[in-house]
């Protein structure tokens, strides 16, 4: 698995980590966690989603996915969404739902264009 770059700040996430570990990285519970890794990352729920914001993470609204992810921990806080990339991000993440292995695919193929 590759790295999909922050649309904000460009910083590399590892693919593998945002999908399977970055939620072991959050205050939830150790039963939301398993909850959430046993049902192979999905769903990505609201509490999901609090939690990784709480982290610093920042998702468009309506996102289904982590990697549909707009903001990560490393962005400064004055630094500007590039909002073609974080829209472009978002209408993947909608059109290709659960194929998370698809998402990440057209995320790295797009970064390098």
Not at 18 to 31: G, I, K, P, Y
């Amino acid at each position: 698995m590759g790295d999909l770059c922050c649309p904000t700040c460009g910083e590399p996430w590892d693919a593998y980590h945002l999908r399977f570990d970055a939620v072991w990285e959050t205050d939830l519970s150790e039963h939301a966690k398993k909850i959430y890794s046993d049902g192979g990352c999905k769903p990505f729920t609201k509490e999901i989603r609090s939690a990784l914001e709480r982290d610093g993470w920042s998702f468009p609204e309506g996102a289904t996915s982590v990697m549909s992810f707009i903001r990560c921990p490393s962005c400064p806080e004055d630094a500007k969404t590039d909002k073609d990339k974080a829209e472009l991000r978002s209408v993947l993440t909608e059109v290709l739902g659960d194929d998370e292995d698809a998402i990440q695919c057209e995320l790295e193929d797009l970064e390098n264009l």
